[in-house]
């Protein structure tokens, strides 16, 4: 690659070279509107195929520019403000679902395909990507996957890191690396696209993705069980864990979170799918129902739409933290969490103890919220991602919190490896990574 | 030949008892059940704690000799032997169930305990350990972490990786480190999936936290009789296409068949061309239901017969005919080659028609017993070591089969792993940028190229070991 001046207009033409002119937006009233945690970048790139991506990262890590990769745009509060920002990479582009084998339940996409566009391709096959984070239709999958996002259906189908069967992905000096494989079941080399998931695009640009489908079972019906208190549905989350049943869905939702979806008033409430047969979804409702009533719980199927609502509960809340905790411990998590957020909305996935956090607070209570509750959680290995909240906030907090020291000394030395010129997302991920 | 002040120092270490250096002591240490790799280390060391095994490895790290781990030495790849000779650490010893925590759903172990004491030692309160590698009585969860090790009903529930959530490894520097834990969120990136099928080459494994899952309600184990193999996968393929997911989809084909019922006894049909064993768990009704489905589908696609096992006593038989088949073999012939490729599983027709040709092509008896439901083949490559010329044969229908696989779109190694015998299949799926990348990945644990050499990665002609890295090595000790 032949080296260019550094200056902005030298740069800004090889960009439009490699790019064409369509695909580099260089306007500023557009520039502002691509920024990230106030930084406006000097270029948008949108390219349309890996190529184009590796040519453009290429040119990135010789000039050393520091690039933001973006899907939707949702999830940039995600982590800490970049440390610097030249260029966002929006992936939007690369939007074609590129092979699905329906009979061997896969697909392969470009990594800006919405998670709702892709529903809409499998769903008359009855087939769909069992993933389902909040308010996520429109996010892409390249941005799920670098983010890790996980919902309610993760009890039953694994996260995304179960999901990922291959992954193609641009380097950040430009070269095109593909890992995993495109079948179901594949342990050649190392595991590659374990590591790019929840990576937040650090280690290279999510460009394909390969996923594992699973079959829309027959029939789904939802179970919401209230309680007067949190021991309580502490009581029947562990007696539904230490059961035969196979539940789809097992969520925990605090006063808040039911008042924000719509649903009758309680201290805590689990929110229990189960998917399968018509048959065994009726048995496994009557177990449910049984295991209720041991903990005084009021049992009432949710109404059509309800996981619509749901999905939406996060709300435009200025604060989202994810908080992971042990399943043997979430009615103390929240309890906890109310005690120190005063009204925050509290729900998640309460199998595998992990919690969803919104508030509307000042940063000082935030901080020392956030603080506090770490504190807490960290006898018990428990962690508290602050996941969306004010620039400032993030300025002045770890938004990823502490990582075991060898941990993150092994995460520093793979990113020095890959990244040594801190091209990709500098600044933001765990570490000051 | 190691030298005198490394050795005293591993005797210091784990104990005059848990050093073996003779020759006949570490005959048995040549080789996994791959017999083919031979490779004995110059010793083995047998340690009882983690802070052995960091110990060991800093002596031998300094030393600059090849570590190469060692579980039960189960494995079929070429794996645990030692082709540079160097120090076998054999895990044994550390055997314990270190914790059990059924509220979280999660133990913690040692990596030598076997697989199936894990499951028994929870089986009385409703629980048990997922994967289930053929070789789970004797093989170790610290192998199976290794080796990512799948099973016939990862179908359903995943293989090893999918059950591990935390890891206690001594790295290539000889640092002790914990990754992951009960807790199964955490920021950063995801180095317990990452470490999960590594070999041994970024570390070794002293600890693991795994899950548990919970028995099922019901099983029900179904036996569909074919004519041919080919009408079994076109089964299987609809079984899948249906949106049928068992927990186990085993083919088996005539020679198999033949060769367990000789043995054994295990209740298969002798003059079935192909047999499928299917499992369903999960709630009785579902189970109910889908056993109906499956049925239909089989005999749709020219099933002879499709029959339920009618207890626990006929199951487990069925089960122990599936799992001893490689061993009954033996009564075929007195060699073969084992083959772990994938094709989708919509592909199972094709490279069933494919394997008959290349079978006839090279006059070799392909025996085959596999996970058709994920695709995942293991056709046993039948020869005799004293026929000459017939070991040639077995290998070239092995590698033609291979081409095959990988030309329908597969995998070279679906649950085994890589070791030394896939280590040159590689490249036939991925390019050199691919493997770079995992090259430079192992270099970040283990960077002066101690851990387990020659496995996982092909050599490059240029530099011997691995690709040749674009920048030079980080110094030593930078990030630790």
Request: include cysteine; proline fraction near 6%.
């Given at each position: 690659m032949?080296?260019?001046?550094g200056s902005t207009?030298?740069?800004?033409?090889?960009?439009?070279a490699?790019?064409?002119?369509?695909a580099l937006v260089e306007?500023?009233?557009v520039?502002?509107?691509f920024?990230?945690?106030?930084?406006t970048?000097?270029?948008?790139?949108r390219p349309s195929t890996?190529?184009?991506v590796a040519r453009?990262?290429?040119l990135?890590?010789d000039?050393?520019?520091?690039v933001v990769?973006r899907?939707?745009?949702s999830?940039?509060a995600?982590?800490?403000p970049?440390a610097?920002?030249?260029?966002?990479l929006d992936m939007s582009?690369l939007?074609r679902?590129?092979e699905?084998?329906?009979?061997?339940l896969?697909?392969?996409v470009?990594?800006?395909?919405a998670?709702?566009a892709?529903?809409?391709?499998?769903?008359p096959?009855r087939?769909?990507?069992?993933?389902?984070?909040?308010a996520?239709?429109?996010?892409t999958?390249?941005?799920?996957t670098a983010?890790?996002?996980?919902?309610?259906?993760?009890?039953?189908?694994?996260?995304?890191r179960d999901?990922l069967l291959?992954?193609?992905?641009?380097q950040?000096d430009g070269?095109?690396?593909?890992g995993g494989?495109?079948?179901?079941?594949s342990?050649?080399?190392?595991d590659?696209?374990?590591?790019?998931v929840?990576?937040l695009?650090?280690?290279?640009?999510?460009?394909?993705?390969?996923?594992?489908?699973?079959?829309?079972?027959?029939?789904?019906r939802?179970?919401l069980?209230?309680?007067?208190?949190a021991e309580?549905a502490?009581?029947f989350l562990?007696?539904?864990?230490?059961?035969a049943?196979q539940p789809?869905?097992v969520?925990w939702?605090?006063?808040a979170?039911l008042?924000?979806?719509?649903?009758?008033s309680?201290?805590a409430?689990?929110?229990?799918?189960i998917g399968?047969?018509?048959?065994?979804?009726a048995?496994q409702g009557?177990?449910i129902?049984?295991?209720?009533?041991r903990?005084?719980?009021?049992?009432?199927e949710?109404?059509?739409?309800w996981?619509?609502a749901y999905a939406?509960r996060?709300?435009a809340?200025?604060v989202?933290?994810?908080?992971?905790t042990?399943a043997?411990?979430?009615a103390?998590?929240?309890?906890?969490v109310?005690r120190?957020l005063?009204?925050?909305?509290v729900?998640?996935c309460a199998a595998v103890g992990s919690?969803?956090?919104s508030?509307?607070?000042g940063?000082?209570?935030?901080?020392r919220?956030?603080d506090?509750l770490r504190?807490?959680?960290?006898?018990i290995?428990g962690?508290?991602v602050v996941?969306r909240?004010?620039?400032?906030?993030?300025?002045?907090?770890?938004?990823?919190?502490?990582v075991?020291d060898?941990a993150v000394?092994l995460?520093?030395a793979?990113?020095s490896?890959?990244?040594?010129?801190r091209?990709?997302?500098?600044?933001?991920f765990?570490g000051?990574? | 030949?190691?030298?005198?002040?490394?050795?005293?120092?591993?005797e210091?270490?784990?104990?005059r008892?848990?050093?073996?250096?003779?020759?006949?002591?570490?005959?048995?240490y040549?080789?996994d059940?791959h017999?083919?790799y031979k490779?004995?280390?110059d010793a083995?060391?047998l340690?009882a704690?983690r802070?052995?095994?960091?110990?060991i490895?800093r002596?031998?790290?300094?030393?600059?000799v090849p570590?190469?781990?060692?579980?039960?030495?189960?494995?079929?790849?070429?794996?645990?032997?030692?082709?540079r000779g160097?120090?076998?650490?054999?895990m044994n010893?550390?055997?314990r169930?270190l914790?059990v925590d059924?509220a979280?759903?999660?133990?913690?172990?040692?990596?030598g305990?076997i697989?199936?004491w894990?499951s028994r030692?929870?089986?009385?309160?409703g629980?048990f350990?997922?994967?289930?590698?053929?070789?789970?009585?004797?093989?170790s969860?610290?192998?199976?972490?290794?080796?990512?090790?799948g099973?016939?009903h990862c179908?359903?529930y995943?293989i090893?990786?999918?059950?591990?959530?935390g890891?206690?490894?001594?790295?290539?520097h000889?640092?002790l480190v914990?990754?992951?834990?009960?807790v199964?969120?955490r920021?950063g990136?995801?180095l317990?999936g990452?470490?999960?099928?590594a070999?041994?080459t970024?570390?070794?494994?002293?600890?693991?936290t795994v899950?548990?899952v919970?028995?099922?309600d019901a099983?029900?184990t179904?036996?569909a009789?074919?004519?041919d193999?080919?009408?079994a996968?076109e089964a299987?393929s609809a079984?899948i296409?249906?949106?049928i997911?068992?927990?186990?989809?085993?083919?088996?084909?005539d020679?198999?068949?033949?060769?367990i019922e000789?043995?054994i006894?295990?209740?298969?049909?002798?003059?079935?061309g192909a047999v499928l064993?299917?499992e369903l768990?999960g709630?009785r009704a579902?189970v109910e239901v889908?056993a109906e489905r499956?049925?239909?589908l089989?005999?749709a696609r020219?099933?002879?017969d499709?029959?339920?096992a009618?207890?626990e006593?006929?199951?487990?038989?069925?089960?122990?005919?599936?799992?001893e088949?490689?061993?009954?073999?033996?009564?075929?012939?007195?060699n073969?080659?084992l083959?772990?490729a994938?094709?989708p599983?919509?592909k199972?027709?094709?490279?069933?028609?494919a394997?008959?040709g290349?079978s006839e092509?090279?006059?070799?008896?392909f025996?085959?017993?596999?996970h058709a439901g994920?695709?995942n083949l293991?056709p046993l490559?039948c020869?005799d070591?004293?026929?000459?010329?017939?070991?040639?044969r077995?290998?070239?229908?092995?590698?033609?089969l291979?081409?095959?696989?990988?030309?329908l779109?597969?995998?070279?190694t679906?649950?085994h792993?890589?070791?030394?015998?896939?280590a040159?299949?590689?490249?036939?799926?991925y390019?050199?940028?691919d493997?770079?990348?995992?090259?430079?990945?192992?270099?970040?644990f283990?960077?002066d190229?101690?851990?387990n050499p020659g496995?996982?990665?092909?050599?490059?002609p240029?530099?011997?070991?691995g690709f040749r890295?674009e920048?030079?090595?980080?110094?030593?000790?930078?990030w630790?």
């Open positions: 032949t080296r260019v001046a207009r030298a740069v800004g033409s090889a960009l439009a490699l790019l064409g002119t369509d306007d500023a009233g520039l502002a509107r920024a990230v945690d106030g930084c970048p000097r270029w948008l790139a890996v190529d184009a453009v990262m290429a990135a890590t000039e050393g520019l520091a990769p899907g939707s745009g999830t940039l995600l982590g800490a970049p610097r920002l030249d260029l966002v582009r939007d679902v590129l699905w084998n329906p009979d061997d896969t697909v392969t470009e990594a800006g395909v998670l709702g892709l529903a809409k391709r499998l769903g096959r087939q769909f990507l069992p993933l389902d984070p909040p996520a239709d429109t996010r999958l390249g941005g799920l983010t890790n996002a996980s919902g309610a259906l993760r009890v039953r189908y694994g996260a995304l999901l291959g992954v193609r992905f641009v950040p070269v095109v690396t593909w494989a495109k079948v179901v079941k342990v050649s080399g190392y590659v696209p374990k590591l790019m929840g990576a695009g650090t280690l290279g640009v999510l460009c394909e993705l390969t996923l594992r489908l699973h079959p829309v079972p027959d029939v789904e939802t179970w069980v209230t309680f007067v208190a309580h502490q009581g562990a007696a539904i864990l230490d059961s049943l789809s869905r969520e939702l605090n006063r979170a008042a924000r979806t719509g649903s009758p309680a201290a409430a689990l929110a229990v799918s399968s047969v018509e048959a065994a979804v048995a009557a177990i129902g049984g295991l209720a009533a903990e005084h719980g009021q049992v009432m949710a109404p059509v739409g996981w619509d939406q996060l709300g809340a200025p989202v933290l994810r908080v992971a042990l043997s411990h979430v103390g998590t929240v309890t906890d109310e120190r005063h009204g925050a909305c729900s998640g919690l969803d956090v508030v509307a607070a940063e000082a209570d935030v901080r919220a956030v506090g504190a807490h959680l960290r006898p290995g962690h508290v996941t909240a004010p620039v400032t906030l993030r300025q002045s907090i770890d938004p990823w919190g502490p075991d060898g000394g995460m520093r793979i990113l490896e890959f990244d040594p010129r091209v990709l997302n500098p600044g933001r765990v000051g990574l | 030949m190691l030298n005198s002040q490394l050795l005293g120092e591993l210091r270490i784990v104990g008892d848990g050093l073996i250096t003779s020759p006949e002591g570490r005959l048995t040549e080789c059940m017999t083919f490779g004995q280390p083995v060391v340690p704690s802070e052995h095994v960091v110990e490895v002596a031998c790290r300094q030393a600059r570590i190469v781990p060692r579980g039960s030495g189960t494995g079929l790849i070429g794996g645990a032997m030692a082709p160097g120090v076998m650490v054999g010893r550390m055997n169930i914790d059924l979280n759903r999660c133990a913690t172990v040692e990596p305990l697989n199936l894990l030692a929870v089986a009385g309160r629980w350990f997922a994967p289930d590698p053929s070789s789970q009585m004797v093989s969860i610290g192998g199976n972490v290794s080796t990512n090790a099973g016939p179908l359903k995943g090893t990786t999918n059950h591990v959530l890891l206690e490894i001594v790295t290539g000889g640092t914990t990754l992951g834990g009960k199964w969120d920021p990136y995801d317990v990452t470490a999960v099928g070999e041994g970024f570390g070794l494994v002293t600890a693991v899950r548990l919970h028995l099922p099983v029900k179904v036996l009789l074919f004519s193999i080919e009408s996968s299987v079984i296409a249906d949106g997911v068992p927990a186990a989809l085993e083919m088996l084909d020679v198999v068949i033949k060769a000789e043995g006894g295990a209740g298969y049909p002798k003059d079935a064993l299917i768990d709630p579902e889908q499956v049925a239909a089989c005999r020219q099933a002879l499709v029959r339920v009618r207890d006593t006929e199951r487990a038989l069925l089960w122990k005919g599936r799992k088949a490689a061993g009954a073999i033996g009564r075929v012939a007195p073969f080659l083959q772990d994938v094709v599983r919509s199972l027709p094709d490279i069933m028609r394997m008959r290349i092509r090279h006059g070799v008896i025996a085959n017993v596999f994920d695709g293991h490559i020869y070591d004293q026929n000459p010329g017939e070991l040639e077995a290998v070239a229908a092995n590698e033609e291979l081409h095959a696989c990988i030309a779109g597969g995998s070279v679906g649950e792993g890589v070791g030394v015998d896939k040159t299949k590689l490249p036939l799926q390019g050199d940028a493997l770079n990348f995992m090259f430079r990945l192992r270099r970040v283990d960077p190229g101690v851990m496995k996982i990665l092909p050599s490059h240029a530099c011997g070991e890295p920048r030079p090595a980080l110094p030593a000790g930078t630790v």
